[in-house]
């Protein structure tokens, strides 16, 4: 083993730890619970260490990243989950490659998911990203929880995207469970009626155990699994 792959490899023990440590304080079955390890800013070498050690589900959350590293790693069967904010120029191109897309938050990224999808013939799962920050608030990302049943219906038009649930970002500055009570109010009233749609992606490396107390089936851990990022340029 490299020092690069013993590093994640303490890592990854101490995540899964975290997790096991969450479900067993929630009273969940560690096996509904899935880490997609988010690998943006770090190379293909890092995702391969990470399929060695068992990690089946990577996030990414930049197109021409997410494009590169999902081809150069094909061979690992991995699933890929697009987690970041969507031009919808690029949808159709993200739907290509992604398995999941976690990040859609409005109806007119919906055509070019579905035409991505057609063209590969392969079906794609979609959570409907849900703003949990306060109406008005600037750089808020995700649908507002009002707009949802509209883009559900949306997404169940296209033939080729299969609603899964939700996903949610705890804001910045405050108590990530708080945020996150307010999530599991939405989610529940958002699967009554969408048995199909019971994910529920919430979680990062800083509030895992909060996202995972409410219920989320998905956590998305970046810098606990990998290390701190490079800084963006
Ligand atoms: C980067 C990112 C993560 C992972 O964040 P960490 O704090 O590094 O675990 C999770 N979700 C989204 C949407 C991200 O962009």
Known sequence: MTERSDEIASRLTDVRRRIASACADAGRDPDEVTLVAVTKFFPASDVRVLADLG???VGENRHQEAEAK??????LGLTWHFIGGLQSNKAAAVASYADVVESV??????TGLQRGAHDRSHAVDVLLQVSLD???SDGRSGADPAALDAL????D???MLRLRGLMAVAPLGEDPATAFARLADLRRDFVAGRPGATRL???????LEQAIEVGATHVRVGS??????????
């Open 224 to 233: 606990a699994v990998l290390g701190s990022r490079p800084q963006v340029k």
């Open 152 to 155: 559900a219906a949306a997404v």
């Open 55 to 57: 990690v089946t589900h």
């Open 105 to 110: 938050d409005r109806a007119k990224l919906v």
């Open 201 to 207: 992606s919430a979680g990062m490396s800083g509030d």
């Open 134 to 136: 306060p109406p008005d």
């Open 157 to 159: 038009d296209a033939g």
């Open 70 to 75: 999902a081809a150069e790693c094909a061979d």
